[in-house]
């Protein structure tokens, strides 16, 4: 048993977001097609003479919450009952996936602690169950400890790998504040008021261009349900998807429920192309260039 577990974890972003109507429970069913890209969170654990604590340093760290609702610690707990074991872990959380910026952040923290309490603790929990457990903790955690590209079905946590047959090189841009995934699932609602939301399904030209590497076909089939949602809460979105359009991005979204707006670049060369115009476009906070596919949760070593 190790004194200290790393696990680096990837953020994600979503080509596909389909969404059907609210369900009884509250959650939607998803056609969710997942992409991991290389900006990463690392969650260190080791043991904790005073009980489960939290910290967590990087960009917006003081917007991360370091009690009980942080995901790592539900995910260290939910562990530690299924081995009846008692969570006295300090999880350290090295943040650099954005906060609040729907590129699952949150949910690769759980992802990665789950995986370092794991190996910590040496409980020898099957592949099988640290799934099943993700899917307690979160819709997007699952994919969190997957990574590559996937198909979510059900509320997004039922996985079905899928096969890329290249690189896609991507820009994020971050916006001045956040947007809460809820309010824009309400928004989403809200706006479908009164009409057929149709049954989400995963798009056959988007997974085919995925299997292909192919950028161009990729940019004519991205899609994302909640947009429309996220520019109705958040409409300067609209400004910084216009600039990075005009950059040249072959494609342009907001990713998952915002308020990161994602560019599909052509190569590694347009992208930091239409990284530096949109860092000069004064419509966004900051701005990363990330690729993927990227492995899911990684045990780093020692």
């Not at 399904?201 to 909640?226: E, I, T």
């Not at 400004?239 to 979204?253: C, I, N, P, S």
Request: hydrophobic share 45%; net charge negative; charged share 20%.
């Amino acid at each position: 048993m190790s004194a200290r577990v790393a696990v680096r974890v990837p953020a994600k972003v979503n080509v596909q977001l389909a969404v059907g109507a609210a369900r009884p429970d509250g959650f939607h069913d998803l056609a969710n097609v997942f992409l991991a890209v290389g900006l990463y969170d690392e969650v260190t654990v080791t043991p904790s003479p005073d009980g489960l604590r939290v910290t967590c340093d990087g960009p917006d760290a003081d917007q991360v919450p370091l009690d009980r609702t942080n995901l790592a610690a539900r995910a260290a707990e939910a562990l530690a009952a299924r081995y009846g074991l008692t969570p006295d872990v300090h999880l350290h959380i090295a943040k650099d996936i954005p906060v609040a910026g729907g590129m699952a952040g949150g949910s690769a923290d759980g992802a990665g602690a789950l995986l370092a309490c794991d190996a910590l603790w040496g409980t020898g929990a099957s592949p099988a169950e640290l799934l099943g457990i993700c899917a307690e903790l979160g819709s997007d955690v699952p994919f969190s400890l997957v990574g590559g590209a996937a198909l979510g079905t059900g509320r997004g946590e039922q996985l079905r790998t899928l096969d890329v047959g290249g690189t896609f090189h991507w820009v994020f841009a971050m916006a001045e504040r956040g947007l809460s995934t809820p309010a824009v699932f309400r928004e989403f609602d809200r706006l479908g008021e009164g009409t057929d939301i149709p049954e989400p399904v995963a798009s056959r030209p988007l997974l085919d261009a995925l299997a292909k590497g192919d950028p161009d076909a990729l940019a004519a089939a991205v899609s994302n349900d909640l947009q429309p949602a996220a520019l109705s809460l958040f409409p300067e979105l609209a400004d910084t998807l216009a600039a990075g359009r005009a950059a040249g991005a072959l494609a342009a979204l907001v990713s998952g429920s915002g308020p990161t707006t994602a560019f599909l670049a052509r190569d590694p060369e347009s992208a930091e192309k239409v990284a530096e115009t949109l860092r000069s476009s004064g419509t966004c906070r900051a701005v990363r260039t990330a690729s993927g596919p990227v492995p899911g949760a990684t045990v780093l070593p020692a």
